[in-house]
């Protein structure tokens, strides 16, 4: 159902995503409160049960089922373990081919200077951006510029949207309006 109107088909692959290719331990497995919320890393608000799990760098699967294709979109939501994700795909982030990129920041589960090392590795092709949701009932989604040094001080969870500069200007030459106060 995912991927049924999308022109790009996905796959639904059985590896956890990390900075190293090999087996470790899955916690959070089942839990009934947080169906989302596994992790690689043991956090005192994991619940369920753990199990041993494949994991794969992202270079790795990236190379192996998508050699040379431009990625619209990378979503990284790994409950705290971004930091090991990123380390294991710095030869895709380094390539320009991802267009969007989607991660989840989670400074409750511990430090987010990892970002420093992501701003480094993107440079100046990608603009940042902060996903906030406003209303109730209809929810809308406005993309709020953020620095750096800005997002090294949010204490709560929240999504970080990094778009490349190609991207951002198509967007804005279409009038996209998801993008507040950005400018060019």
């Known amino acids: 159902m995912t991927t049924s109107f999308i022109k790009q088909k996905g ?3 059985l590896y956890a995503i990390g900075d ?3 087996v ?5 497995i089942d839990n009934e409160m947080h169906s989302g919320g596994a992790s690689l890393i043991s956090h005192s608000g994991l619940r369920g049960h753990s199990e041993l799990v494949e994991v794969r760098t992202l270079d790795s699967v ?3 089922y998508f050699t040379g294709s431009t990625i619209s979109l990378l979503k990284i939501d790994t409950e705290g373990f971004e930091s090991h994700v990123i380390r294991g795909a710095l030869a895709t982030l380094r390539s320009g081919q991802v267009e969007l990129i989607i991660m989840e920041v989670s400074p409750n589960f511990g430090e987010v200077s990892y970002l420093r090392s992501l701003n480094n ?4 092709e990608y603009k940042w951006f902060v996903l906030e949701e406003r209303g109730k009932v209809r929810r809308m989604t406005k993309l709020r510029p953020i620095s750096l040094q800005a997002s090294l001080r949010l204490c709560e969870q929240w999504n970080l949207v990094l778009v490349r500069n190609d991207i951002y200007s198509a967007y804005c030459e279409n009038g996209n ?3 507040v106060n950005a400018g060019k």
């Open 62 to 64: 990236l190379l192996e």
């Open 177 to 179: 309006s998801i993008f």
């Open 20 to 22: 190293l290719e090999g």
């Open 24 to 28: 470790q331990e899955m916690h959070g």
């Open 121 to 124: 590795l993107l440079g100046v």
């Open 11 to 13: 796959y639904v692959l």
